[in-house]
């Protein structure tokens, strides 16, 4: 697996956590479910866009050609 993907695992891992918790003190209940989508899609989209600025340089490679 790449590093990005791995790291995307990881969050996934991390708000499943956060959703389970809230979920177990009986907050969830009270947010309603629209709510709770709309926080898990802006949860993921911030994962993506750390995981994304994360995965490394990108560096150009000259190729020397005769």
């Not at 697996?1 to 990881?10: D, L, R, S, T």
């Not at 709510?35 to 994962?47: F, N, Q």
């Not at 993506?48 to 490394?56: K, L, Q, R, T």
């Amino acid at each position: 697996m790449k590093w990005v993907a791995i790291y995307f695992v990881g969050f996934l891992v991390l708000i499943g956590g956060i959703l389970a918790a809230l979920w177990k003190l009986g907050i969830l209940a009270s947010i309603g479910a629209t709510w709770t989508a709309i926080g898990v899609a802006i949860a993921l989209g911030i994962g993506i866009m750390i995981a994304v600025s994360n995965s490394g340089t990108k560096e150009n490679i000259e190729i020397n050609r005769k």
